[in-house]
């Protein structure tokens, strides 16, 4: 599998990089919803922006392509999923989002695994952050 694209987080309005699909969990209780995939830097075939807010996590927009007439790509975005929402709380996810910082390290071709010098991790239920911890990958 080569090396995934990352999504982007705002948290506290800096711009930082997750290693991590909040979405997945809502798309996987929600089959009726079928993403293509457009590279393989991105098999989920969309790309999410998210924010934390009052620690809460709200995704805020969506980029991303289902199958169309003939085979084509036929673009969708935060209404696809979620119609005349602009800002979706994500009280689906109860998991942990892998924020890299600094250098890479390492790199592998393969999904979220490469090595930067510090992991931001951040631990969620029900859409709300409960706990944060760093790593140092020294």
Avoid at 13 to 35: C, D, H, S, T, W
Wanted: glycine share 8%.
């Amino acid at each position: 599998m080569t090396a995934q694209s990352r999504e982007i987080i705002y948290i506290d309005g800096k711009e930082e990089r997750m290693a991590a699909e909040p979405l997945g969990f809502y798309l996987n209780n929600n089959p009726q919803f079928k993403f293509k995939f457009s590279n393989t830097a991105c098999w989920r075939g969309y790309y999410g922006t998210w924010t934390l807010e009052n620690d809460r996590l709200y995704l805020i927009e969506l980029e991303g392509n289902i199958d169309g007439p003939d085979d084509s790509w036929n673009p969708v975005d935060l209404q696809y999923l979620f119609p005349g929402q602009e800002k979706v709380f994500a009280n689906w996810f109860s998991d942990i989002i892998k924020i890299e910082k600094g250098d890479l390290l390492e790199y592998v071709h393969m999904g979220y695994a490469s090595k930067y010098e510090r992991n931001l991790f951040l631990v969620f239920e029900e859409g709300v952050k409960v706990d944060e911890y760093l790593i140092e990958n020294n």
